[in-house]
Structures are given as structure tokens and as C-alpha cells.
């Protein structure tokens, strides 16, 4: 089982509707989440992060998480065509030296 | 203007030639990492500094060196002894690495290496 985990896609969502992305991790001592978009080509830039279980909103962004279910999720509302990208979710856990584990990333489009 | 610098963004080695990828912060961050990205792939760590003068190993650290004479700087060098290096190669800071904090880390722009 990889350590943290997300489908790799590509997520196709239409125009103005919610995107759901989705990340599973293994190490229940994580205490630290991270979701970070990346377009072709770029470097990934940080769009949210969240410590606490419960949902964490920021404009069009909501990150929910669940450390019960080791389940953290990322929405993003009224989707754009610039949302088109990799989304990649990063775990730091306390048990691994508080380094960032990623996963794979999810390709998600938003078609016009 | 704050932020993170690699240069260059594109470089081409030869088979058995050392290169060396600059990474340059002024954020005044004490940790910093080195990351590379395979196509469709996660990020995965070389190596990592919490502070000037040490660095560790991350998971795939075979193949390359670091130093970290001063806080602003983080070269990695990419050996001949680095089976597989055409990838793209990814600087990060945070205000440090340490186990129990929160902070965030920020990315620089990145180089891309390509092996001839």
C-alpha cells in the first residue's frame, strides 16, 4: 500500500460545477495536510493546507479532513477551465521526521 | 521581491558527467529539500537540511550530493553514479523541517535534466 494515495485520473468535471478530489494516506500519525496544484510544465504551488479534522474553506477551495478514515479531500467550487491541472495531496507525519510524503497526483479537467 | 531561484531551468548532460543545480532562497527559510518528478509520478525526496552546515538523506539520495555552506543556498549535484537522471528536479524551503511543525513548503520553479 503506498503511503499516501490518489487516483491518478484524468477527473473531467464541466464548467461551474464542483471538482472532488480525493487522497487516502496509510500513517495515522500524520498530523499535517497539504494540497498543491500543479500545471504542465510548472512547479506546485500551495493552495491549501489543513491540521484539524473538519472542513477548512478558502474562496472556491474547501479542504475536508478525516484522520479517523485517514481521508483528506479537496472541493473546489464553480470549476474553471484555469483549474485544469495536477493536484497533488502531501502528508507530514510526525513519525517520519516531519518530512512531506506526496502522492501521484490527480489530472483534473475542466472542460468549457 | 521573496522567493526561490533554480537555475538553470533546462540542462543537458552527458552520459558520465557530473552537473551541479543551483537553489538560491531568500525567505529566510531554515529547511530546505530537493525533490525530483518523473512524468506522472509524485514528488520524491533526495535530501533534506534543517539547518546550514547539515543535510539528510531522503528516499532515493543514491546517485547525488548536497552541501549547505549557507542558509540561502542548496546545490545538488547529480554523480555519474546516478543510473537514471533525465528528470524534473525540485527545490523547496519551509521556515523549518522540524518533526512537530505545521509550516508549509514553497517550491521553486525547477530544472529540467535531460540526459544525451
Known amino acids: 500500500q503506498k503511503e499516501v494515495e490518489q487516483n491518478s485520473g484524468p477527473l473531467s468535471v464541466p464548467e461551474g460545477a464542483i471538482a472532488s478530489l480525493n487522497c487516502t494516506y496509510s500513517?495515522?500519525?500524520?498530523?499535517?495536510f497539504f494540497w498543491y496544484r500543479q500545471y504542465s510544465g510548472k512547479s506546485p504551488e500551495l493552495i491549501m493546507f489543513?491540521?484539524?479534522?473538519g472542513d477548512k474553506e478558502d474562496g472556491r477551495f474547501t479542504a475536508q479532513l478525516n484522520k479517523a478514515s485517514q481521508y483528506v479531500s479537496l472541493l473546489i467550487r464553480d470549476s474553471q477551465p484555469s483549474d485544469s491541472a495536477t493536484y497533488l495531496c502531501?502528508?507530514?507525519?510526525?513519525?517520519?521526521?516531519?518530512?512531506?510524503?506526496f502522492g501521484q497526483g490527480t489530472e483534473l479537467s475542466v472542460k468549457p | 521581491d521573496g522567493g526561490i531561484t533554480q537555475s538553470p531551468k533546462y540542462l543537458f548532460r552527458k552520459e558520465g558527467q557530473n552537473v551541479t543545480l543551483s537553489c538560491e532562497q531568500n525567505?529566510?527559510?531554515?529547511?530546505m529539500y530537493w525533490y525530483r518528478q518523473d512524468p506522472g509520478q509524485g514528488l520524491r525526496l533526495i535530501y533534506y537540511?534543517?539547518?546550514?552546515?547539515?543535510?539528510q538523506k531522503g528516499d532515493i539520495a543514491e546517485g547525488y550530493s548536497v552541501s549547505r555552506e549557507k542558509k540561502e543556498s542548496f546545490p545538488l549535484t547529480v554523480t555519474s553514479a546516478q543510473k537514471n537522471p533525465t528528470a524534473f528536479y525540485l527545490c523547496?524551503?519551509?521556515?523549518?523541517?522540524?518533526?512537530?511543525?505545521?509550516?508549509?513548503?514553497?517550491f521553486g520553479p525547477g530544472t529540467r535534466l535531460t540526459v544525451l
Open positions: 523547496a524551503s519551509s521556515v523549518n523541517g522540524l518533526a512537530g511543525s505545521y509550516n508549509e513548503q514553497f
Open positions: 500513517d495515522r500519525g500524520s498530523q499535517s
Open positions: 489543513i491540521y484539524s479534522n
Open positions: 502531501a502528508v507530514r507525519s510526525y513519525n517520519q521526521g516531519g518530512k512531506l510524503i
Open positions: 525567505l529566510n527559510h531554515d529547511a
Open positions: 537540511s534543517q539547518i546550514v552546515n547539515d543535510f
